[in-house]
């Protein structure tokens, strides 16, 4: 069985980040970790000067920088970012990234749809 993610979607498992994350001299390396019921999560490693150019999804986003620095542009204004910073970004707001350093994020993409909110059983 062919499979496009790191996790198998049936079972559970553990990845260690910082061993999984590869980064290319000069390049953006992705990898796909999880891609089901409209959640995508994706880890990037860019190295230094790489950017990913201004654009916008339907989809509501959280990045979580890993390693490094970067600077999101969000809607025209200038963010940087560093290990341990979470970013959220709503649904179709204009954004690019650029490597200040070499830098690996996670992506988590969320395609919202008309369901109730989850809930954690110990969240009252």
Do not use: Y
């Amino acid at each position: 069985m062919s499979q496009s993610t790191l996790f198998d979607p049936t079972k559970a498992g553990v990845l260690n980040l910082a061993e999984t994350t590869e980064f290319s001299a000069a390049g953006i390396v992705s990898r796909a970790l999880h891609d089901q019921d409209g959640v995508r999560v994706t880890l990037f490693a860019l190295a230094a000067g790489q950017e990913i150019t201004e654009h916008s999804t339907p989809a509501r986003a959280l990045v979580q920088v890993l390693s490094g620095t970067c600077e999101f542009t969000l809607a025209g204004k200038k963010t940087p970012l560093r290990a341990g910073d979470l970013l959220h970004m709503p649904p179709g707001l204009p954004h690019a990234v650029t490597a200040t350093e070499a830098f690996s994020m996670l992506l988590v993409i969320i395609r919202e749809k008309a369901t109730a909110p989850l809930r954690h059983p110990e969240a009252g």
